[in-house]
């Protein structure tokens, strides 16, 4: 009797605990539901379809090199998953666990009419799997870091199976290009593909390339003018590898490979904070937040606008929000200083800037996007940021951002170290660059009036 392998963020052979649970008992089917009703408004963002459409080809691919191939198809999980069983005449259904709350949702309902058996796999530890000494979940990330490394290493990584027996007969599947999941006129994707290979190749060689600069990571992944961070967020996201592959692969005991290996941990920590709070992504995780006066955004349209198009008169945070449009991605550094300046500087509530993220990165997680938003806000659960009013252009200077910025604002180009970071305050602004949409002591002063009255 066939047996179910249902996909969603694991498009993995390798370290892929659900194939290799559903080669044990049949041959196996795998299956790829585009489902984009049950996560609502967190139906993935454009540049996430991207990706996608890339990754399940390469996957096809990887199937079909083993006797298998990936079946496609589009509408509710439960239904169809339900339907595609029927069909084949099979019962059971394995799966990686996925914490999303519309993908526990599915999960709970494809269980009701199938034999769901679910997989870890996706995180290095399952959520709750470290508790606090009160047997609640750690909603501070330092302690909770610590107790998931004390589990450490996590088991090492299983290999694909050379061979995937196929069904007797397979069922239909859509055509991925019916989907229409990349963009077309315009094409705003057409960068993309030189700076990312979706897929489980794609992933292996990110992952071997950072071997090497592991060591330097410490220091290195605060600078964006250099390619200091592994680049592995969206293969991580999509599943392409597991987090425990990227663990076994880096074997040093430096404190670069320590400093990473506790980033690798936040994104465990993340999602945490979505199972304990589903809503993480549209509420303030802080109820005092609810209460700060953000400004209505149709009055701060022409400031938003400025801030996604990379047009605010901040370099650093124009050159990073330039970087997202053309790439898909930008450096976590400035991905801290463009938020920042969006929730601080412009008043504008973090909801609308974690939205320009979702549609816009290749990487959207709902885990990691929200938690670091609000983290940035100051509203999640961990310490409150608010009054920590990030310094755009001290940033800049401190992290030594000119080369970055020359990348990615041409306009200022020709300007020196010493003047790229704030050309307006040196009187050296090209005229084809905004002048500043706000001053820093205007915009910080704004912030944390709100704030307090926010307080009471
Ligand atoms: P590396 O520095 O090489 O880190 C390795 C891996 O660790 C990453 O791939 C990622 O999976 C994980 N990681 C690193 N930093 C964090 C973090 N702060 N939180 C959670 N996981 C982390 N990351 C996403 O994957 N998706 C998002 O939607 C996302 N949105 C963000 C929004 C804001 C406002 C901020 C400040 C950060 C966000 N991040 C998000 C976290 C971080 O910026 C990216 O994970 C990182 O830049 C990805 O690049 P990298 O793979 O080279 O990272």
Redesign the pocket.
């Known amino acids: 009797k066939p047996v179910l392998l249902w996909l969603r963020q694991d498009l993995r052979l390798s370290d892929q605990p659900a194939l290799l649970a559903a080669l044990e008992e049949g041959p196996v089917i795998p299956l790829y539901v585009l489902d984009d009703g049950a996560p609502r408004q967190w139906a993935m963002g454009g540049a996430s379809r991207w990706w996608l459409h890339h990754s399940l080809t390469r996957l096809d691919e990887s199937l079909r090199a083993k006797g298998s191939r990936l079946i496609l198809r589009r509408g509710k999980s439960a239904e169809i998953v339900a339907q595609v069983a029927k069909q084949v005449g099979a019962s059971s259904v394995h799966a990686l666990r996925h914490y999303e709350p519309w993908w526990r949702n599915a999960e709970k309902a494809v269980g009701k009419a199938l034999d769901l058996k679910l997989h870890d796999g996706g995180l290095l530890l399952p959520p709750g799997a470290v508790r606090t000494g009160a047997g609640g979940m750690y909603r501070i990330y330092t302690p909770f870091s610590r107790a998931v490394m004390s589990h450490m290493p996590p088991p090492a990584p299983r290999p694909a199976p050379d061979h995937i027996p196929a069904p007797p007969t397979w069922p239909e599947t859509d055509s991925l290009d019916d989907w229409k999941l990349l963009p077309s006129s315009p094409d705003w994707a057409s960068g993309f593909g030189q700076d990312w290979t979706p897929g489980e190749a794609g992933a292996q060689a990110n992952l071997a390339d950072f071997r090497d600069e592991a060591p330097d990571y410490a220091t290195a ?1 605060n600078l964006p003018s250099i390619e200091g ?5 969206p293969h ?2 999509f599943g392409e590898i597991s987090p425990a592959a990227v663990w076994h692969h880096l074997t040093g005991s430096d404190e670069g490979t320590n400093t ?1 290996l506790k ?2 941990i ?2 465990d920590y ?1 999602h945490n904070q979505i199972v304990e709070l589903p809503t993480y992504g549209s509420a303030n995780a802080r109820s005092e937040f609810d209460a700060l006066p953000w400004r209505d955004l149709k009055a701060a349209k022409e400031d938003f606008t400025a801030w996604q198009q990379g047009r605010t008169g901040y370099p650093i945070v124009d050159a990073g929000m330039r970087q997202l449009w053309t790439t898909g991605w930008m ?2 550094r400035v ?2 200083i463009a ?1 920042s300046f969006l929730i601080k500087h412009l008043l504008i509530d973090w909801r609308h800037g974690a939205r320009w ?1 979702w549609d816009t ?1 290749v ?3 709902y885990a ?2 929200s ?3 609000q983290w ?1 806000a100051g509203s999640g659960v961990d310490a409150n940021m608010f009054v920590r009013i990030m310094a755009p252009l001290v940033q800049s200077e401190k992290f030594d951002a000119a080369a970055y910025i020359r990348q990615w604002v041409p306009e200022l180009a020709d300007l020196s170290d010493a003047h790229i970071h704030d050309p307006d305050a040196h009187g050296v602004r090209p005229r084809s660059y905004p002048p500043k949409i706000v001053g820093h002591r205007e915009g910080r002063e704004r912030a944390l009036a709100a704030y307090r009255q926010a307080k009471g």
């Open positions: 992944r961070t592994s680049r592995l967020s991580l996201h990473f980033e690798l936040w994104r993340a450096h976590n991905r801290m938020a993220f990165l990487d959207a997680s990691n996007n938690v670091n938003w940035v």
